[in-house]
């Protein structure tokens, strides 16, 4: 299974664009990149999901590079609410064999 | 279509007892994960498992923890003579797909936070 590193923290502002990237070196071929979004005594919820190239959806955007061996979760104009862990998964399984990892804890200030 | 049920929400055990927690997949999902997570860290896989079957277990300690996932109601995983060391939150999550396909998104219930005191 791919190993992923993350930041361990970041700290934005309201209205400000964040990006965190993952670095996942040993990706396999059939692996996908997903990235999850988890708030205090709360279940992990789906964000984004890419292989390659980009993706863009209502939440976020994925940046992922041609060799594949990292990938950045972008969030428009981060609000108070955004404050949470974000985890990066890579996996062919879709990431749910995944260990988790400690995710990266996002602080968004007022 | 309600998401992906846990009960109970919070479980308090004595040491030596044992713990059992349901898991009922969204509706049409018949493919089941679960996760634990101590205070402060990831999520760690522990297995997956299809109606009436395990496919995968190898994250499962292999005495006292065991899973199933019966053709009718919900997903149990029991934890038997639970330790101090047990305590932490066991979530469960569902897919449409094999787990082995890529692209497939979880669903995550709100978790059942074990205490074994």
């Known amino acids: 299974l791919a190993k992923t590193t993350q930041p361990i923290s970041m700290d934005s502002y309201e209205g400000q664009e964040v990006n965190i990237t993952c670095s996942h070196n040993?990706?396999?071929?059939?692996?996908?990149i997903t990235w999850y979004q988890q708030f205090p005594s709360q279940g992990p919820r789906f964000i984004i999901q890419?292989?390659?190239t980009k993706v863009t959806n209502e939440v976020a955007s994925l940046f992922i590079p041609a060799d594949r061996k990292s990938s950045t979760l972008s969030l428009p104009r981060v609000s108070l609410s955004d404050t949470a862990v974000y985890y990066c998964?890579?996996?062919?399984?879709?990431?749910?064999?995944?260990?988790f990892g400690a995710g990266t804890r996002l602080f968004v200030k007022a | 279509n309600a998401g992906v049920m846990q009960n109970p929400r919070h479980l308090v055990r004595r040491r030596g007892q044992e713990a059992r927690l349901r898991c009922s997949p969204m509706?049409?999902?018949?493919?089941v994960y679960w996760y634990r997570q101590l205070p402060e860290e990831g999520l760690k896989f522990m297995v997956y498992?299809?109606?009436?079957?395990?496919?995968?277990e190898s994250g499962m300690p292999k005495e006292r923890f065991s899973a199933e996932f019966p053709k009718e109601g919900p997903s149990i995983l029991r934890i038997q003579q639970v330790v101090r060391g047990d305590s932490a939150a066991y979530f469960c999550?569902?897919?449409?797909?094999?787990?082995?396909?890529?692209?497939?998104?979880?669903?995550f219930g709100q978790g059942t936070r074990l205490t074994v005191v």
């Open positions: 999550a569902s897919s449409p797909l094999p787990g082995d396909r890529g692209g497939t998104e979880a669903f």
């Open positions: 040993n990706i396999a071929t059939n692996d996908y």
């Open positions: 890419g292989y390659k």
């Open positions: 998964l890579v996996g062919g399984t879709g990431g749910f064999k995944t260990i």
């Open positions: 509706k049409g999902h018949s493919h």
């Open positions: 498992l299809q109606k009436e079957n395990i496919i995968d």
